[in-house]
């Protein structure tokens, strides 16, 4: 299934857990694993001065001090690299999400990983400016699958047993239903297609009216059986859920109850602006709290 791997990182804590589940597909893969450091943002123009994502410092960027970075990250994942050894190790410069996609369209990959923004007091760059820029960016224009790993309870891959499918019934999702079905046949696993009624736009204090929140439901469950369910053929170890709620609260909440190994979905196609950045989005915010890892599909992939 995944033959070649792309694991984006800032050789940093923020991207640890991605780390250690990168390295778990390829050995399960047996896949080559390129691991892809983007230096940092060029300070105008086309200088070789960057602003260094890890530490914010200004640096001159040479080949010597590529040779050092690579020397820094094979040093941060001396653990990992002694037990696989099918890795290369790259560095580049310029903007974190335009270098990861540009990467991609000259090296197509299977499957590409990116640490998710973390908790707690992390005062980095990439926490400021690339975390929330770079997922959103990457999510939306990437040519293959992106898998984001962001918490220690994700990290721990088992492999895939158990997939739920989120939709908002936009075209994106119905790219990322025919690779998550495709992913649940290859592996002869559980999958389930899932879907929220958003009651979180509600202004003025003005509450849905719990008739028009169940006509809803209804309602979207008929079109997921007549939109995704015929698609399945014999497949047959799948269950439909909708509920109510703030989406990625029950997203987060319906992955757990399942014991999901993969949360598969789609990069939000419903903006006004489709290059505004917007930090609370749902797919950043189940990415941040989902206990298993979330893979980005919006556009047609082969299994």
């Not at 690579?70 to 696989?84: D, G, P």
């Not at 899932?194 to 979180?200: E, L, N, P, Y």
């Not at 497949?235 to 757990?256: H, I």
Request: net charge neutral; hydrophobic share 40%; aromatic share 8%.
């Amino acid at each position: 299934m995944f033959k070649t791997i792309l694991f984006a990182t800032t050789a940093t804590e923020a991207c640890d857990h991605s780390a250690r589940t990168a390295f778990q597909i390829a050995k399960q893969y047996d896949a080559e694993l390129t691991m892809l450091h983007v230096l940092g943002v060029p300070s105008r123009g086309y200088s070789q001065m960057v602003r260094d994502v890890k530490t914010g410092e200004a640096v001159n960027v040479d080949n010597e001090y590529r040779a050092w970075v690579v020397e820094e990250m094979k040093t941060y994942y001396a653990h990992q690299l002694e037990s696989y050894d099918r890795v290369r190790l790259e560095v580049i410069e310029g903007h974190p999400h335009r270098e990861i996609l540009r990467y991609l369209r000259k090296n197509p990959v299977d499957l590409a990983m990116l640490g998710g923004p973390t908790g707690g007091e992390d005062d980095s760059v990439y926490k400021k400016i690339v975390a929330g820029s770079t997922i959103h960016r990457v999510a939306k224009h990437a040519p293959c699958p992106i898998l984001f790993v962001a918490r220690q309870a994700a990290s721990f891959w088992g492999g895939i047993s158990n997939i739920v499918f989120v939709t908002d019934f936009s075209r994106a999702s119905d790219a990322a239903f025919k690779y998550a079905a495709g992913m649940a046949e290859s592996v002869s696993g559980e999958f389930h297609l899932f879907h929220v009624v958003d009651i979180s736009g509600m202004q003025g204090g003005m509450v849905m009216e719990q008739e028009l929140i169940e006509a809803r439901l209804r309602e979207a469950r008929s079109q997921i059986r007549r939109h995704y369910v015929k698609k399945l053929g014999a497949f047959r170890d799948y269950s439909v859920d909708v509920w109510e709620g703030l989406p990625y609260v029950e997203v987060v909440k319906f992955a757990r109850e399942k014991q999901a190994d993969l949360i598969v979905m789609a990069h939000s196609t419903r903006e006004k602006d489709p290059e505004s950045v917007r930090l609370d989005s749902n797919m950043e915010q189940v990415i941040m709290r989902a206990n298993c890892p979330v893979l980005s599909v919006n556009r047609p992939q082969p299994i």
